[in-house]
């Protein structure tokens, strides 16, 4: 048996004979993830919906200028680091450090954030 395979026959005794889904590892603490891309697409998507619930909210608070990219950026990069450090404790090492999990999806969620949050604002704001 190869390395990978042991490894995976191992997660799979883990979740008790299971194979659970990508979601319901991305909310249970310490989840073992097989597959290294299965994570970074966890990350990806939680980071798109911080963008649009962070674009809502700056639309409706009528939020302008630099303030509201910047508090989205530290927003977005701190919640995501303390979600892959401290809840799901991944070893930073294995994604290829700590700043490639913390960019991973990090401009399409910004350019998402930028689309919402135009279009409520000027829905909301404009006259």
Not at 8 to 26: F, I, R
Not at 81 to 88: D, G, N
Request: proline share 1%; net charge negative; glycine share 8%.
């Amino acid at each position: 048996m190869t390395n990978s395979s042991k490894k995976k026959e191992e997660v799979h005794l883990a979740n008790g004979g299971v194979k659970q889904s990508t979601w319901s590892k991305a909310f249970n603490c310490n989840a073992i993830w097989e597959e290294k891309d299965e994570f970074l697409d966890v990350i990806y998507w939680i980071r798109q919906i911080i963008a649009i619930i962070l674009g809502v909210i700056w639309g409706i608070a009528p939020l302008k200028g630099f303030l509201g990219l910047a508090i989205f950026c530290i927003i977005n990069a701190g919640v995501l680091y303390l979600y892959f450090s401290s809840f799901q404790q991944v070893d930073e090492e294995e994604y290829g450090g700590t700043w490639e999990l913390t960019k991973e999806g990090f401009m399409t969620s910004f350019a998402l954030f930028l689309v919402v949050w135009i279009i409520f604002y000027t829905a909301l704001h404009y006259d």
